[in-house]
C-alpha cells in the first residue's frame, strides 16, 4: 500500500450529498478481484452518457461534458471534495479501488458512511472529516479559483488553503500510523514476521509430526489424536 504523510494537490468538488457505492463504481464493474484498472469506470453512471459494462471501449463511450470529473480545468486531481455521508450504500471495496486507482489520495467531506470510511485507510486513501461550515468555505473557493489545490499534513493533521488559512482535523493515531508507513492488514502482519517465524520453528521442534516431519506412527496414537484435536481447534 502506498503510504501518504504529506499531500498537495489539485481539488475536484463533488457537490452532492449521500453518494452511495454504486454511483462511485456500479456493480457490473465487481467482477474483478485485481484492485487496479478500475480507475476509468470510476463515477461511471455521472461521467459517461451511456450504459457501460466490463471490457467495453472507452473510445466507444459518450462523455458527459457536463460532469466535474470531465471539464478540463479538474484534470490532474488528486483531491476530492465531497459533501455528507459519502460512500454509503453497500460494503464494496472497489469504491476505494477505484478512487485511489483515478489517481485521488485524499477525500474531504463533513462525514463518511462507516464501513467505505475504514476501506479508505485500507487502500492508501486518507478520508479527512471537516465541518460542514468548512466544506462550504472549500467548495466556494474551488469554484471560484480554477487550479485551486490544497496541502495536506497527515503528521501536522492540518488542511493548508491556498491563502495560508489552516483547517486542523482529527484522525485515530493507529490509523494514522499505518498511512505514514503504507501498511495495510497484510504489511501489519508482516510486522510480525520474525516473531511468526521464531513461533513456527519452535512448534516444528516441539511436535513434528504436526508438519510432516515424521509420521504419526511414530509418536503414538494418544498423543497424534491430542494434537490433532489442538489443530483443529486453532
Known amino acids: 500500500m502506498r503510504a501518504l504523510d504529506q499531500h498537495k494537490g489539485l481539488v475536484m468538488p463533488l457537490d452532492r450529498p449521500n453518494v452511495d457505492t454504486d454511483i462511485i463504481m456500479p456493480k457490473q ?22 450504459e457501460g459494462w466490463p471490457g467495453k471501449p472507452i473510445e466507444e463511450r459518450e462523455l458527459n461534458a457536463d460532469f466535474v470529473l470531465n ?17 454509503c450504500g ?5 469504491a476505494p479501488w477505484a478512487i485511489e486507482d483515478f489517481g485521488f489520495r485524499v477525500i474531504i467531506a463533513p462525514s463518511f458512511a462507516d464501513i467505505f470510511y475504514n476501506n479508505c485507510f485500507k487502500n492508501g486513501l486518507l478520508p479527512l472529516v471537516l465541518s460542514e461550515a468548512q466544506v462550504d ?10 487550479g485551486y489545490e490544497l496541502d495536506v499534513s497527515l503528521k501536522d493533521q492540518t488542511v493548508t488553503l491556498p491563502g495560508g488559512e489552516t483547517f486542523e482535523f482529527e484522525i485515530d493515531a493507529f490509523r494514522k500510523d499505518c498511512l505514514i508507513k503504507g501498511l495495510d492488514d497484510i504489511g501489519l502482519t508482516l510486522e510480525s514476521e520474525p516473531e511468526i517465524r521464531s513461533y513456527e520453528q519452535r512448534r516444528r521442534q516441539q511436535k513434528p509430526w504436526l508438519f510432516g516431519v515424521i509420521s504419526p506412527e511414530q509418536v503414538g496414537p494418544e498423543q497424534t489424536s491430542r494434537d490433532m484435536t489442538d489443530k483443529e481447534q486453532a
Open 90 to 94: 453497500s460494503s464494496r471495496e472497489h
Open 137 to 146: 468555505q472549500l467548495f466556494r473557493e474551488v469554484e471560484a479559483n480554477p
Open 71 to 87: 471539464q478540463d480545468r479538474y484534470r490532474g486531481v488528486s483531491v476530492l471534495l465531497a459533501r455528507q455521508n459519502f460512500g
Open 29 to 50: 464493474y465487481l467482477k474483478s478481484i485485481k484492485r487496479t484498472g478500475f480507475g476509468i469506470n470510476l463515477f461511471d453512471e455521472l461521467r459517461y452518457k451511456d
